[in-house]
């Protein structure tokens, strides 16, 4: 069975990964993976060297990654380039993730962009965290000292409340508190168990 996890900006889909992780499930991090692969020495960081220059690295020789991000975040086609480098990257080594966890693992993989990049038709399952967009843009400025502006910049860049829960086929709430959160992750997990179990059985 395949899962996927998504959410937008600030929705807490990194806490709701952390809690599956805790209740048995093996979590696919793609933006981890996405790190993974432009490490220092990688044939993605040459990749991306050849595609936007050596001026994109630190004086070590690491990725500068905040101005990557600045670079890709004003321009559509960059953001394009770099993708089509980094995305092939990161689908390997998750399928070799998954492949290692085993058949009778359950196996999240957890994809910030998952609605953007189409690929909800990849999964039997997708867990959407969700949050009201007030308060996404509430937590951006009070927990990461974003603007306002940046805040809602970076939403409007992904998919819309509206267009991930389209997809889901697990809604979690996340406007409470922590322990309501984790309840609301167990019960998730205990119904994805049990749809293993069906299939499997």
């Not at 040459?46 to 630190?58: D, K, M, Y």
């Not at 394009?80 to 966890?101: D, M, Q």
């Amino acid at each position: 069975m395949r899962v996927g996890l998504t959410g937008g900006v600030a929705s807490g889909k990194s806490t709701v990964a952390a809690y599956l992780s805790e209740m048995g499930a093996v979590i696919v991090d793609s933006d981890q993976l996405a790190r993974e692969v432009v490490t220092r020495g990688t044939p993605g960081l040459a990749q991306v060297v050849a595609a936007f220059g050596p001026g994109v690295l630190t004086a070590e020789g690491d990725l500068n990654r905040p101005l990557m991000g600045s670079i890709v975040f004003k321009d559509p086609a960059a953001r394009k380039r770099l993708e089509a480098i980094i995305h092939p990257l990161v689908a390997a080594r998750s399928a070799e993730l998954v492949a290692a966890a085993g058949d009778a693992a359950l196996v999240v993989q957890d994809i910030p962009l998952l609605v953007e990049g189409g690929m909800a038709a990849n999964f039997d399952e997708i867990i959407v965290v969700d949050v009201p967009e007030e308060v996404q843009v509430e937590r951006m400025v009070r927990d990461r000292g974003w603007t306002e502006t940046d805040a809602r910049a970076r939403m409007a860049a992904q998919a819309t409340r509206e267009q991930r829960c389209a997809v889901a086929t697990f809604i979690i709430d996340n406007t409470g508190t922590r322990e309501e959160l984790r309840a609301r992750v167990a019960e998730t997990y205990a119904a994805l168990l049990a749809r293993q179990q069906e299939l499997g059985g």
